[in-house]
């Protein structure tokens, strides 16, 4: 009984001991405000590289829903770092706001583009324009966004203006208050299919029209083995637009430039990673058909 008595006293004055020395080193920290902020924020850092690093894991390519995570990761991380420091210089930050209130206007004006991104990124997530993972155009600039945070986006850039719709390499750093000068357009449905247009230029004044059968027979055995995935997944496009689109049937028609050319314009509905190929082989078929047919007329 004795010992046991030795035992629990001994216990509680360790704990004391401890709580103690806690106490001194809280009321420490409190006090030296700086030093606490620089530990939370090194802590929290570490977190999050770990974090990261075990969502990423050893692949080489990244998934989308790898980068949903990591992009809720380092936002969540940010806003806690935010949250933290807010309530530990709370008193500091209500006597400089005291302090500057003859200067607000001028640190408005001085922070305007900050506050764009901010309520840019607001507007993003309120409006849901867009989610990790979706093909977007914003003014010129088109590419998929792989990571989205309170003050900017970043997509990588994709070539679509030229019709490849292959990644360029590059990757574009778009602030958030982009979203209030140009409008942003979703092309996540252009991930798999898409209305891929082209034009072929003639210059001699000839009746094409004749041609075109022969040539949408040609484009209809191109897309044959796709053409009922194609069907459906316009339908699906449709019915989620609520719109009344062309359709996946090959369309081909003409109009005359300004300098008397004709222009002959032909659009496919087809798999986004073959439309490249695609048309070439298109333009390869009116191409002989064109030379076997005007060849010599245009020789003359």
């Known amino acids: 009984m004795v010992v046991y008595s030795f035992l629990l006293h001994h216990f509680f004055s360790v704990k004391e001991d401890f709580v103690d020395k806690l106490n001194i080193a809280v009321d420490f920290l409190l006090t030296h405000k700086l030093l606490l902020t620089v530990l939370v924020i090194v802590f929290i850092s570490l977190v999050k590289r770990f974090i990261i690093s075990k969502i990423r894991g050893d692949i080489p390519f990244l998934t989308e829903v790898q980068r949903k995570w990591m992009s809720r990761t380092k936002n969540g991380t940010f806003i806690l770092i935010m949250v933290i420091l807010f309530m530990l210089w709370q008193t500091e930050i209500n006597k400089f706001a005291l ?8 640190i408005v004006v ?22 990790i993972g979706d093909w977007i155009e914003v003014g010129q600039l088109c590419g998929e966004v792989i990571e989205h945070n309170l003050m900017a986006t970043v997509i990588q850039e994709i ?12 990757t574009a750093t778009l602030p958030n208050s982009m979203f209030f000068t140009y409008a942003v357009k979703n092309l996540n449905f ?5 209305y891929h247009n082209f034009h072929i230029t003639i210059v001699e004044f000839v009746n094409l029209y004749p041609l ?44 005359s430039g300004p300098n008397g050319e004709q222009n002959i314009h032909i659009m496919i509905f087809c ?16 191409m002989i058909a064109y030379h076997e047919a005007f060849g010599k007329e245009a020789l003359q």
């Open 99 to 106: 302090s500057v209130t003859a200067i607000a206007i001028a």
């Open 110 to 131: 001085a922070s305007k583009e900050i506050i764009l991104c901010f309520t840019g990124s607001i507007q993003r997530a309120s409006s849901r324009s867009f989610v």
């Open 159 to 170: 070539d679509l203006h030229h019709g490849q719709y292959h990644y360029t390499g590059k």
């Open 190 to 194: 252009m991930k798999r299919y898409v």
């Open 212 to 255: 075109f059968p022969e040539l949408r027979e040609q484009i209809e055995a191109h897309c044959e083995d796709f053409h009922e995935v194609a069907t459906r997944y316009n339908s699906v496009i449709e019915k989620h637009a609520g719109v009344d689109l062309p359709g996946s049937e090959p369309h081909i028609h003409i109009n």
């Open 271 to 286: 798999p986004t990673e073959r439309a490249a190929h695609l048309e070439q082989l298109i333009r390869e078929d009116f």
